[in-house]
C-alpha cells in the first residue's frame, strides 16, 4: 500500500508514519513547517520523504491522510481533493492498526504518552510490542501480538480505536474546543472504557469513578481502597520510591529515576498492566533502571549552574507537576516557568488554573498564546498579559527577548507548551554555548 500523510511532522502523524512504514507499506507526507522539528528522527531513519510544495506526482493508488491541525481549505488537501484520491481519517487508519493486535490503549488527560512509554519500554524487552507515542515514536513489527497505543480524546478520536486493555490515567476539563463540558468529557471515555475488555484506572480520580463501566475494572492510585496501590512513598532529588500492594499483599518495592507523584501513578498503570500480561517482577524492577522518558517530557540539559527544562505540558495540572518536579529534583535552584499558552479555548477556560500552577514558580514568563486552529478576532478578551497580571513576578518573552532569561543564576529552567517552546528554549541554549 502506499501512503500520503499530510502535517507528516505532526507528533501522531510522523508516529502513525513510521508504524506504516514498517509493516511493509511504502510512505511519503508533506507539511508546511521547513524548519527541523524533533518529529523528523524516526521519519529519516526510515528515509520518509517529506514535500514542502505541491508540486511533485502522488501516485492514483495512493492513500491520503492529514492532521486536523490543516484545514480542508489548505492547497496541499485541495489538490489531493482534486485529484480524486482517496483520503482516509488519520484515527480511523489508527483505528484499522488497532484491530490487527492485541491493543492497550492509554488515555487520560495527562501522562498517557509517559504512561505508554513506560509500558512500551518493558513490554518490548520482554514479550515484543508494537507501539504509538504521540512524541513522535512509533515502532510495528507484524510478528508482534502487542500494541500499545496511545490514545487521544482530541475531537474523540479515541473511539475509531478498539481496545484489548483500557488504560485511563485521569480525566479533567481539555479540549474546551470540542467538549462542551467535564460532563461530556467523562461519558466520552466511558464510552471508550466500555469497548474494552478490562479497564486499568486511577482510582484516587474521582471523575474516573463517575464512569459507569460494564466490564472489569482494576483500579490503582495511593488510596488503600483500590486493587493496586502504591505507599511508603519517598520522594528525593534522585527519584521516587515506594511499595506496591496488589489485593492487599505486598508485591513488591519499586525505585524509579523519575520525579513527582504523578510518575508513581504512571508507574502503576504500568506495572498493573506488566503484571496482567505475565511480565516477571523481577524483569519490571530492572526495566525500570533504563527507562528513558519520552520526548519533550521532562528533557534536560545543563550549562554551568543553569539547567534547562524541554517540558510538553500545556495544561495547568502538567504546569503544575513539572514545576514541583523541578523543585524536588533541584530543591537548591531558583525554579523558572516559560510559558507558552497553546489555544484561547484553552487559556480562557483554565485561565485561574493556568494562574494558579505558575505561582508556584519563583519567577514565570509568559509567551503570546499560539493557535493554529482558533480566530484570535474570536476571544478579544483572551491574552497572555491577561495571566501575567495575576501571576506576582511574571513578565512577557518572546524569542526576540530570549537574553531576559541570562539574569538568572543558579536556576532550573522550564519551558513548557505542546507549541513551538523549543524554538525559543534554542535561542536561550545558543546564548547559554556563547557565553561559556
Known amino acids: 500500500m502506499k501512503y500520503y500523510c499530510i502535517g507528516i511532522k505532526g507528533s501522531g502523524m510522523a508516529t502513525l508514519a513510521e508504524i506504516l512504514s514498517d509493516l511493509g507499506n511504502k510512505v511519503t507526507g508533506y507539511d508546511d513547517y521547513k524548519s527541523y522539528k524533533f518529529t523528523q528522527e524516526g521519519l529519516e531513519k526510515r528515509n520518509i520523504k517529506i514535500y514542502y510544495d505541491g508540486n511533485h506526482d502522488i501516485d492514483k493508488d ?46 487520560g488527560t495527562h501522562g498517557k504518552t509517559t504512561t505508554s512509554t513506560m509500558i512500551s519500554h518493558i513490554l518490548s524487552q ?86 459507569k463501566l460494564n466490564n472489569k475494572a482494576i483500579y490503582y492510585g495511593f488510596d488503600e481502597k483500590n486493587d493496586v496501590y502504591a505507599t511508603n512513598v519517598k520522594l528525593n532529588n534522585e527519584g521516587s520510591e515506594f511499595d506496591v500492594y496488589m489485593e492487599g499483599k505486598l508485591y513488591g518495592h519499586f525505585d524509579i529515576p523519575l520525579f513527582g507523584k504523578h510518575m508513581v501513578l504512571n508507574a502503576l498503570a504500568c506495572i498493573t498492566i506488566c503484571n496482567i500480561e505475565g511480565v516477571e517482577k523481577e524483569s519490571i524492577l530492572k526495566l525500570f533502571e533504563t527507562f528513558q522518558n519520552a520526548k519533550r517530557r521532562f528533557k534536560e540539559k545543563t550549562f554551568g549552574d543553569i539547567v534547562t527544562i524541554d517540558d510538553y505540558a500545556h495544561h495547568p495540572t502538567e504546569l503544575k507537576v513539572t514545576i514541583e518536579s523541578a523543585k524536588q529534583k533541584y530543591p537548591d535552584k531558583e525554579i523558572v516557568a516559560v510559558f507558552l499558552p497553546n489555544t484561547y479555548s484553552r487559556t480562557e477556560a483554565l485561565m485561574e488554573d493556568f ?70 528554549l534554542n535561542e536561550f541554549e545558543k546564548l547559554l554555548k556563547n557565553k561559556k
Not at 93 to 101: H, V
Not at 141 to 148: A, G, S
Not at 369 to 388: G, M, Q
Open 62 to 107: 495512493t492513500i491520503v491522510t492529514y492532521s486536523k491541525a490543516f484545514s480542508t481549505k489548505h492547497p496541499e488537501i485541495k489538490r489531493v481533493m482534486d485529484l480524486g484520491l482517496k483520503i482516509k481519517p488519520y484515527n480511523e487508519l489508527l483505528g484499522d492498526l488497532s484491530k490487527k493486535f492485541k491493543t492497550i490503549a492509554v488515555c
Open 126 to 211: 520482554t514479550k515484543g510490542c508494537n507501539y504509538f507515542i504521540g512524541d513522535g515514536s512509533g515502532f510495528a513489527d507484524i510478528k508482534n501480538k502487542l500494541f500499545v497505543l496511545e490514545s487521544c480524546e482530541y475531537q474523540k478520536h479515541f473511539l475509531s480505536y478498539e481496545p484489548s486493555y483500557a488504560v485511563v490515567t485521569n480525566i479533567e476539563l481539555e479540549h474546551t474546543e470540542c467538549y462542551k463540558d467535564i460532563d461530556e468529557i467523562i461519558k466520552t471515555f466511558e464510552i471508550f472504557a466500555n469497548k474494552a475488555r478490562l479497564v486499568v484506572a486511577c482510582g484516587d480520580d474521582p471523575n474516573i469513578r463517575k464512569m
Open 355 to 424: 494562574v494558579s500552577a505558575l505561582k508556584l514558580a519563583d519567577k514565570a514568563y509568559v509567551m503570546d498564546i499560539h493557535c493554529d486552529r482558533e480566530r484570535k478576532e474570536d476571544y478579544p478578551n483572551v491574552s497572555s498579559d491577561a495571566i501575567i497580571k495575576k501571576v506576582p513576578n511574571a513578565e512577557k518573552i518572546s524569542v526576540d527577548t530570549v537574553q531576559k532569561l541570562l539574569a538568572h543564576k543558579n536556576a532550573a529552567i522550564c519551558f513548557m507548551s505542546c507549541a513551538n517552546i523549543y524554538e525559543i
